[in-house]
Nanobody
Framework: VQLQASGGGLVQAGGSVRLSCSASGGTFSNNVMGWFRQAPGKEREFVAAITWGGSYTYYRDSVKGRFTISRDNAKNTLYLQMNGLKPEDAAVYYC???????????????????????WGQGTQVTVSS
């Protein structure tokens, strides 16, 4: 099972970009999925997560109101729409999926990168000021 992230690039501050994450070799329609990011010299950090049906979404505070996570289970694809980009959003963005479909979640669970078993290769987002 593989995740493939795409859509990154160079964007001006205030601009928008949409990341995609396609799954192959299996389906993730019943799995929690998320986006993380890692800037140079920093830890990988949670950005957003979405429940299997897409009914519930979770965001780190710094991206609330600017980023939107969504999924199309028919296409086995996860998205991250990023608007109002800031230089501090620049990072490599990773999509991830939790293999455990029977996990009990609290809100903080979604933020925990250790629960995610599958990771995409990452896509670079660069924001110019």
């Amino acid at each position: 099972v593989q995740l493939q992230a795409s859509g990154g690039g160079l964007v001006q501050a205030g601009g928008s970009v949409r990341l995609s994450c396609s799954a192959s070799g299996g389906t993730f329609s019943n799995n929690v999925m998320g986006w993380f990011r890692q800037a140079p010299g920093k830890e990988r950090e949670f950005v957003a997560a979405i429940t299997w049906g897409g009914s519930y979404t979770y965001y780190r505070d710094s991206v609330k109101g600017r980023f939107t996570i969504s999924r199309d289970n028919a296409k086995n694809t996860l998205y991250l729409q990023m608007n109002g980009l800031k230089p501090e959003d620049a990072a490599v963005y990773y999509c991830a999926a939790d293999r455990n479909q029977r996990r009990t979640y609290t809100e903080s669970t979604y933020y925990t990168k250790g629960i995610y078993d599958y990771w995409g290769q990452g896509t670079q987002v660069t924001v110019s000021s």
